[in-house]
């Protein structure tokens, strides 16, 4: 079964650095799976945040944080993260991260779901 935990998330300054993390367990094929970081602001829809391919030599940003936030892998691992620099205030949300196949980096249609870790910016 296919499991994904977030971590990392807390309290920062508007300005300074958050490094979110997901580690996935319960699937052998982690690492031919596309990762992605979307997020969730109260009282809005989730969007997507980043997304990189199994090798992880394709990766794709939303404009809104293209520029500050860097998405990573390491397959022996099973991790992913999310480097988050110069955040915003409106960076606020739950941030979740979420696995697929590969064409879920062209579409954005991920399979699985992590239960999402909150990231605050205060100003």
């Known amino acids: 079964q296919v499991k994904l935990v977030e971590s990392g998330g807390g309290l920062v300054q508007a300005g300074g650095s958050l490094r979110l993390s997901c580690a996935a367990s319960?699937?052998?094929?982690?690492?031919?799976?596309?990762m992605g970081w979307f997020r969730q602001a109260p009282g809005k829809e989730r969007e997507f945040v980043a997304g990189?391919?199994?090798?992880?030599?394709?990766?794709y940003s939303a404009d809104s944080v293209k520029d500050r936030f860097t998405i990573s892998r390491d397959n022996p691992k099973k991790m992913a993260y999310l480097q988050m620099n110069s955040v915003k205030p409106e960076d606020t949300a739950v941030y979740y991260c979420?696995?697929?196949?590969?064409?879920?980096?062209?579409?954005?249609?991920?399979?699985?779901w992590g239960q999402g870790t909150q990231v605050t910016v205060s100003s």
């Open positions: 979420a696995t697929g196949t590969s064409q879920a980096l062209a579409t954005r249609r991920y399979d699985y």
């Open positions: 990189i391919s199994w090798n992880g030599r394709s990766t």
């Open positions: 319960g699937y052998s094929t982690f690492s031919t799976y596309a």
